[in-house]
């Protein structure tokens, strides 16, 4: 597929800065700039690529004034970060979307199947299924008894949505992707564990992606939900009867104990570790490696550290702990004074 900046220019709404018949038929990093390529600079401190790239077309802030002329033809537009995020969707919408049902493919006769679907080698859809219309099952994925896959949803290879599980419209699972297995309920005995049953499911609603190998497990009554719009990252686990509140993201490695409840807008960087049944309120960001061991009040707080605490006193509290060493050797100074006198 081949657009000229003038296409692009239309589509983003933006002003063109040199030739509007530069062709582009790919994409590049700004520094790894090629021929016939598009690059993006939203950030000042790559501008010295801008003058030195091979791309044909580069989508610029309008913050952004170059210092030197310019070999590209520039498309000047409000965040170019944004702009090159819609073009790269659009792109993937062009040219990603398989069809048709594969041979191998199990699929139960009382499923419902939409339109215009793809379902791939060895998946297994079962009773009871409901899969929407544009939806893409690549190979491998398991889509047990009586779940729901909604309209536009994609789950990549090996992802599996355990029975009586929802899914929700345009929601995109990765692969090895869990929704919906059992949540981690024991009861200690005398003679070891007992497993205590789950029979609730798990609700992901529309527009929410999750990435590689992480879990959501089924609420042991009732149901574990994410919320429209939530984002995780990959190796994310989110215990039974959570509640991720709309358009938060998860990092890398957060995990999510039992029964918590998460406000909208929240943001957690890798390896945050939040206890259970408590609840975060809204727009919380939280740093990496964070323990968050008890409920979070006020909305917009900004936390760190293990237990998690505000981030301004964090910054206070590892200052005084790098220089530990020296104030211990002057306490130990005074008090050697101390005893002589």
């Known amino acids: ?5 003038e296409q692009i220019a239309q589509i983003l709404q933006g002003t063109i800065i040199g030739d509007p018949n530069a062709k582009i038929s790919t994409f590049a990093k700004i520094e790894e700039g090629v021929p016939g390529a598009l690059s993006f600079l939203s950030d000042s401190r790559y501008e010295e690529y801008l003058y030195s790239t091979k791309s044909s077309v580069v989508l610029i ?54 339109e ?65 297995a059992d ?14 049953p789950q029979i609730g499911n798990a ?25 429209r719009g939530v984002k995780l990252d990959n190796l994310v686990q989110i215990a039974h009867n959570c509640d991720i509140g709309s358009n938060t993201v998860m990092s890398a ?3 999510v104990a039992g029964s918590t409840k998460i406000g909208q807008w929240c943001m957690f960087g890798g390896q945050v570790g939040i206890a259970g049944h408590i609840e975060v309120a809204d ?3 939280s740093g990496a490696q964070a323990g968050i061991a008890g409920s979070v009040r006020k909305p917009g707080t900004v936390i760190i550290g293990s237990p998690a605490m505000d981030a301004r006193k964090f910054a206070r509290c590892t200052a005084v ?12 100074e005074l008090k050697q004074k101390s005893e002589k006198n």
């Not at 597929?1 to 900046?5: H, I, T």
């Not at 949540?183 to 205590?196: D, L, Q, R, W």
């Open 321 to 332: 702990f790098k220089n530990l060493p020296e104030m211990f050797h002057d306490v130990n």
């Open 61 to 114: 802030s309008q913050d952004i004034v170059p210092s030197q002329s310019v070999g590209a033809t520039l498309i000047k537009v409000p965040d170019a970060r944004e702009a090159i995020g819609r073009l790269l969707t659009i792109y993937q919408q062009a040219t990603a979307r398989r069809s048709g049902i594969h041979p191998t493919a199990v699929i139960a006769e009382s499923a419902t199947v939409g």
């Open 183 to 196: 949540g981690f309920g024991f009861a200690p005995t005398g003679e070891g564990y007992e497993k205590i």
């Open 203 to 227: 609700v992901i609603e529309d527009d929410v992606e999750i990435g590689a190998n992480s879990c959501v497990d089924r609420a042991v009554m009732g149901s574990t939900i994410v919320r």
């Open 253 to 255: 490695q957060v995990g």
């Open 116 to 180: 215009d679907v793809y379902i791939g080698p060895f998946v297994y859809v079962g009773e009871g299924v409901v899969i929407g219309n544009g939806v893409q099952l690549y190979s491998h994925v398991v889509v047990e008894e009586n779940s729901k896959i909604g309209e536009g949803s994609i789950l990549y290879p090996h992802v599996s949505v355990y029975h009586d599980c929802v899914v929700g419209r345009n929601v995109i699972l990765h692969s090895g992707c869990c929704i919906g």
């Open 1 to 5: 597929m081949e657009f000229s900046a």
């Open 283 to 285: 727009r919380t960001q």
